[in-house]
């Protein structure tokens, strides 16, 4: 079946704009996460939703970033007024169901986010 | 503190050699699982193994063996007879039963092998 999908696979942006990543995640899955892959930070935790709950933000680095999920499937991460730092590859992945801490995740290809 | 560390940045190697890449971890779980992920130079994270905490037997599938022990807190990860698809950067992962949902990475190690 068709894996994690992201889009756009390539954004650049100038400093100060919002811009909008959006995540497909496998169907039927229930969990959907967030990440961002940086030279600096490594692999980092941003948000994670589980069904209808709140999703946990708590890796949300500032207010400027936040998601949304609709319809338990599709997500969009979106980040406003950009800055350079935000430069980095945002990850999403999926799992089968929520909740559990063994659920294995599964990653799409990344969306590379470049401020200038 | 560091819950994951992959000590080793940098690895090279030549075609059919053996390779292991270290992972040690950090937890106050007792319930917690480790994960390690291939990512190639496409980019995408590729799942590889699961294993929980409370099953310390070693796992082989092909070329690639696993070898995981409490007693020092390590997940380390062999590739036998390595082949220049092997190049990639793996990283080891935790998941915490107390850290709700997110996956903890080590900064990776970049496996270079060279034909």
């Known amino acids: 079946g068709a894996g994690v999908s992201q889009s756009p696979s390539n954004k650049v942006t100038e400093k100060g704009k919002d811009v909008e990543l959006r995540c497909d995640p496998i169907?039927?899955?229930?969990?959907l996460y967030w990440y961002r892959q940086s030279l600096g930070q490594g692999l980092e935790f941003l948000i994670y939703?589980?069904?209808?709950?709140?999703?946990?933000k708590s890796g949300l680095p500032s207010d400027r970033f936040s998601a949304e999920r609709t319809g338990g499937s599709v997500s969009t991460l979106t980040i406003q007024r950009t800055q350079q730092e935000d430069s980095a590859v945002y990850l999403c992945?999926?799992?089968?169901?929520?909740?559990?801490?063994?659920?294995?995740?599964?990653f799409g290809p990344g969306t590379r986010l470049t401020v200038l | 503190a560091q819950k994951v560390t992959q000590a080793q940045t940098e690895i090279s190697v030549v075609e059919k050699e053996d390779v292991t890449l270290d992972c040690v971890y950090e937890?106050?779980?007792?319930?917690?699982?480790l994960f390690w992920y291939k990512q190639p130079p496409s980019g995408e994270l590729v799942f590889l193994i699961r294993?929980?905490?409370?099953?310390?037997q070693n796992e082989i599938s092909g070329r690639y063996s696993w070898n995981f022990q409490k007693s020092t807190s390590s997940f380390n990860f062999t590739i036998t007879a390595s082949q220049v698809v092997d190049s990639a950067v793996y990283f080891c992962?935790?998941?915490?039963?107390?850290?709700?949902?997110?996956?903890?990475f080590g900064e990776g190690t970049q496996l270079t092998v060279n034909p």
């Open positions: 992945a999926s799992s089968l169901v929520s909740g559990r801490v063994g659920d294995t995740q599964y």
């Open positions: 169907s039927g899955h229930t969990a």
């Open positions: 939703f589980q069904g209808n709950s709140a999703p946990d």
């Open positions: 937890t106050r779980d007792t319930t917690y699982y």
């Open positions: 294993r929980n905490s409370f099953d310390e």
């Open positions: 992962a935790l998941r915490e039963e107390t850290s709700g949902s997110r996956l903890t």
